[in-house]
């Protein structure tokens, strides 16, 4: 399989501030990352998709000033919440394909987003 | 709009007992279906994925049948043990690489 990581793991920070969430492919290279977010008991909601060098691309409802997402090389993505607010505490987690690994989605172990 | 309906919501299941979620799709255009395992505080990992030209796909305990005809799609955990307890999401895709479409989920408590 391919190996996806996310910094931080978990992250607490105060209203108002931003946050960044960093996803990298460890051991290809991804031409195509997903942002999803997962509230308790819940689904994967895709809130974007990037591909390398290209802005990404939001899902319907996705604040795309809020929510800012830059796919700069083919191993790293980040996702920046901007002005975080409680109802944006989540898990964040990112996928990505590409290169050897277009078998399927390989997930990273997402990042817990608490805003006070 | 879910494009991709599973079900039961939850389920118990007793240890050595057999797991069966169900999901089914409109789109037919989909080409791909895969299961993930999210254990809490984790990432979802994959488990096993089929696509439409095979009926049945097995990898040890855990299977996948495909009823093209219906839109069906459902994973078959034989010999549940307590570690399987988790939640599992069933998903669709055009292609392996692309954007899916996940089930609601489905927690699976197996009990000792």
């Known amino acids: 399989g391919a190996v996806v990581s996310q910094h931080p793991s978990w992250v607490i920070c105060k209203s108002g501030t931003s946050v960044k969430i960093e996803c990298r492919s460890l051991d290809f290279q991804a031409t195509t990352m997903f942002w999803y977010r997962q509230f308790p008991k819940q689904s994967l909601m895709l809130m974007a998709t990037s591909n390398e060098g290209s802005k990404a691309t939001y899902e319907q409802g996705v604040e795309k000033d809020k929510f800012l997402i830059n796919h700069a090389s083919l191993t790293l993505s980040t996702l920046t919440v901007t002005s975080a607010h409680p109802e944006d505490s989540s898990f964040y987690i990112c996928?990505?394909?590409?290169?050897?690994?277009?078998?399927?989605?390989?997930f990273g172990p997402g990042t817990r987003l608490t805003v006070l | 709009q879910q494009q991709v309906k599973q079900s039961p919501q939850s389920l118990i299941v007793q240890k050595g007992g057999i797991s069966i979620i169900n999901c089914a799709y409109e789109n037919t255009a989909f080409d791909y279906f895969p299961w993930y395992q999210q254990f809490p505080g984790k990432g979802p990992a994959l488990l096993i994925a089929?696509?439409?030209?095979?009926s049945e796909k097995k990898e040890g305990r855990f299977t996948i049948s495909f009823n093209k005809s219906a839109k069906q799609f459902s994973l078959h955990i034989m010999d549940s043990q307590p570690g399987d307890s988790a939640t599992y999401f069933c998903?669709?895709?055009?292609?392996?690489?692309?954007?899916?479409?996940f089930g609601a989920g489905t927690q699976v408590v197996v009990t000792p």
């Open positions: 996928s990505a394909s590409g290169g050897r690994a277009t078998d399927t989605q390989y």
């Open positions: 998903a669709a895709s055009t292609d392996s690489w692309g954007k899916f479409q």
């Open positions: 089929i696509r439409p030209d095979v």
